[in-house]
């Protein structure tokens, strides 16, 4: 569905944050990025929407190469592309209502919007939507009166609100604690597989990322380094993505979340190869 | 005391902040220099002190004026300056506002193109630098005496100052929720209402205000130059010496000055 093929980004300043990277994902498949500070998560996510512009390759989305387009064209294609933020990116003094009807401003006039005259479908979408993420009866508060987590709520429910094909989500738990982390992750993954949502998302936890998310995707200074499963991340992958270091805390936590896992799923043999391989 | 192995520093019981000019004869000769200065400024001062008990007399006179003031003699100027002054001050200020907006969005460097951002930032330049009596006298020349004038040079004036701090506050709003709304497919002006709008109306509203009383005391002052007003009846009756009459012009614009800042100080605790 969506495939980049030798995307490349080079800052004014001459940093080189992304160094041909290709990357097919199919619809609804998830895929987890992770990787070192500035090896290029964020512009690469960034990139696929074009709210960084790529100086190099092609951004493929259901056949239409988005790195074309002109103003018009790709806000009619960001539709297709919800995105959620590390820091919510709440528009704050507004109210829970608006800041998901604003997912709908791509669909919607500039008059209607000025106006907050937004279409009953929408309305009615935002109201399940709201109940969905379990903050229903919020629809007055303001933004800023909310939460951490309940604020991320609003930001995963805001992007659904464009009904997109895509997610691409940047570091969704970084501002939260240990356990609202993994209810938003876990909230995100449902909303994908009830919807068919394929989603990128970017995170620097590795044991949260290869716990929830089948695929991986290592960067390193701008160049995938590892595409594969995630039972399949060691020591040796990781030493590759983030360079050396004693891994045997993480490899060790996320063999026992992968155990946790098998007593319910016929993924036990694959954990087996992946014990061995440790 | 050990001498041994790598060079622990030895206990210090001593610490002073370091001095802002850490060379201390160039630290004693700048307070040396500032105190040389100070003493040849007030040795350059000359005082007429007979022309300063002279100016004692008047300012007498015009105390004596201040505790009668005379509000009856020239009512009626009064009346109509201070009328010019309320048209010039509401008109200009809400021209002078509805044209900052889009300047401040031209001088947002987070939301316009380098080359709109450096006319719009030029333009702000321009018109914080002139002071509002330059361009008052400038535009009596080219305008004539009165009002006028006065309206334009007040809407000049609140143009710069208004847009130059709107855009401080645009250019604070985080770079992530003008991210999330392009993210949306949202257009550009449908940004600005969600994003930028939402979040700088309560600055907006307050610094309206503030510019709002602003802008009466400046017309009080621009009258004086002959852009009309209540300052241009302030002068005359200075020109003629009726200290009554300009005590009681004075205490007119102390008042309003002060309910247009009270009120505005409310309104703006109220709208945060």
């Known amino acids: 569905m969506l495939e980049l093929r030798h995307l490349e980004k080079r800052y004014p ?178 909303l994908c597989h009830e919807r068919g949502l394929a989603a990128i998302v970017n995170i620097h936890d590795v044991v949260l990322a290869t716990e929830f998310l089948p695929r991986i995707v290592g960067l390193r200074a701008g160049i995938v380094v590892y595409d594969g499963p995630a039972v399949n991340i060691d020591k040796t ?42 | 005391m050990t001498t041994t192995g790598t060079a622990v520093p030895p206990m210090l019981r001593q610490w002073r902040r370091p ?105 702000v330049a321009l018109s914080r630098t002139l002071n509002e009596i330059i361009v008052a006298i400038f535009l009596v020349a080219m305008f004539g005496f009165g009002p006028f004038a006065g309206f334009l040079t007040l809407t000049f004036a609140t143009v710069g100052f208004m847009a130059k701090l709107m855009a401080e506050d645009i250019e604070e709003i985080e770079a992530s929720q003008l991210e999330a709304l392009r993210a949306t497919g949202a257009g550009y002006l449908q940004v600005l209402d969600f994003a930028v709008l939402s979040q700088v109306m309560p600055r907006l509203v307050g610094l309206s205000l503030y510019r709002l009383d602003i802008n009466f005391r400046e017309s009080a002052v621009i009258g004086i130059v002959g852009a009309g007003g209540i300052g241009a009846t302030l002068n005359t009756a200075m020109d003629r010496y009726e200290f009554d009459s300009a005590a009681a012009i004075i205490l007119v614009i102390i008042t309003i000055v002060m309910v247009a800042e009270y009120s505005s100080g409310w309104l703006r605790k109220r709208i945060q």
Request: proline share 3%; net charge neutral.
């Open chain 1, 237 to 278: 992958v990781l030493t590759n993505i983030y360079g050396d270091e004693d891994w045997t805390a993480i490899t060790q936590s996320m063999q026992a979340t992968a155990r946790a896992d098998s007593d319910n799923s016929e993924q036990a043999n694959r954990v087996s190869t992946l014990a061995d391989a440790l």
């Open chain 2, 19 to 123: 001095q802002f000019i850490s060379n201390p004869l160039a630290r004693w000769a700048f307070y040396a220099g500032v105190a040389l200065y100070l003493v040849i400024g007030i040795g350059s001062l000359e005082v007429n002190w007979e022309r300063a008990i002279q100016g004692l007399e008047r300012g007498w006179a015009f105390v004596l004026g201040f505790l009668q003031p005379n509000f009856s003699s020239r009512w009626g100027d009064i009346l109509i300056g201070f009328q010019e002054s309320l048209t010039m001050t509401v008109t200009s200020t809400a021209l002078g506002i509805a044209l900052s907006i889009p300047v401040a969005v031209g001088s947002a460097r987070n939301l316009v193109p380098t080359w709109v951002y450096l006319i719009c930032r030029s333009f």
């Open chain 1, 13 to 190: 300043t001459g940093d080189l944050a992304l160094n041909g990277v290709s990357l097919r994902v199919g619809a609804g498949e998830l895929l987890g990025l992770i990787g070192p500070s500035g090896a290029g998560k964020s512009t690469l996510i960034r990139c696929v929407n074009r709210l960084v512009q790529p100086s190099g390759g092609q951004i493929n989305l259901d056949g239409q190469d988005l790195s074309m387009l002109g103003s018009a064209g790709l806000r009619h294609a960001r539709r297709q592309i919800g995105m959620i933020f590390q820091e919510y990116a709440l528009i704050e003094r507004l109210t829970v209502m608006e800041n998901l009807l604003s997912g709908r401003l791509g669909y919607t006039g500039f008059w209607a919007s000025w106006f907050r005259r937004f279409e009953g479908d929408d309305i009615a979408q935002a109201y399940s939507l709201l109940e969905r993420v379990g903050l229903g009866g919020m629809e007055n508060k303001r933004a800023d009166a909310l939460s951490g987590g309940q604020r991320q709520r609003v930001g995963i429910a805001r992007a659904l609100m464009q009904s997109p094909k895509l997610l691409l989500v940047d570091e969704p738990t970084a501002s939260l604690d240990p356990k609202t982390s993994r209810q938003i992750m876990r909230l995100i993954l449902e």
